[in-house]
């Protein structure tokens, strides 16, 4: 194996690793506890009938709630670089949308490398079918639904509801589309909004280091595989690009709302996400939280993580 091959897949242990012992560790933590948040969970719900880990969903839902009330869903999709983590690292994200009044559909999807792009992304697209027809099951109001994750996930929410308001030829992407229901908000929280070239990255005014450049590049190539490499405008691989094309959508494209940290190496994708929707007219709010890193919402001991929280439920409760 090549030297730079072999550091970054001995950087990428140790990082993954270091994510798995830490999504571990915390869900030992009392404050995991759904019941100490008045929040139901109900694990393991099947999106995809096959049997497959990757398909299973969590739902999380307040204890008490309204009799016939129907709440606001969120369809969460977890980060981890399309590579690593599941549903189950990411039930803090689940409590939060709980606790603060909505159905919360949390979802496992296809890894990289053994399932590249697209089909992570067509996971998602699927779980949003499922959950627009059994949302009312739950108590959830399908018609208020919301679009949310960090990191990969952020990618894959910003792909999937450019799916839900352009015609494309993916035919994937099309059964999306002809749900004809387009997400109320979009949450894509440090977000890789662009795949393909990371080498960017290195190439910035303020360049990342190398550590950082080989995660990123790690990230592409598990995730463009042979056949999808250097994923050309227009490709659902980078969200980013398709919206800041000259293509226009057959629907308008709900409001987003993209959190960031200003020591997020993926900052400058949300500065020209921020630009792109500006251009498009698209309401949003891309807020910089200073001196954060990467994921920094999942920190709840800072400060600014909890800043960032009510920032998010203020924003979804003036549009959703």
Known sequence: MPLH???RHAGALVIDNLWRSLAAAGRLAPNARPDRHGVERVRDVAYVDDGRREHLLDVYRPRDRPAGARLPVVLYVHGGGFRILSKDSHWMMGLVFARAGYVV??????????????AGLQDVMTAYAWVLEHAHAWGGDASRIVLAGESAGANLVTAATIATVQRRDEPWARAAFELGVVPRAVMPACGVLQ?????????????????VLDRLTEV??????PGHAGAAKGELADPLCVLEGDDDFDRALPPFFAPVGTRDPVIAD???LAVALARRGVDHEVPEYAGEPHAFHALMFRANARRCWRDTLRFLADRV
Do not use: E, K, T
């Open 220 to 225: 592409a190539d598990a995730y463009l595989a």
């Open 195 to 211: 795949v393909s070239d990371p080498g960017r990255y290195g190439r910035a005014p303020r360049p990342v280091s190398w550590f």
């Open 5 to 7: 091959r072999l550091r």
């Open 270 to 272: 949300h500065r020209r």
């Open 105 to 118: 559909f949390n979802i496992s999807y296809r890894l990289a490398p053994r399932d590249p792009f697209p």
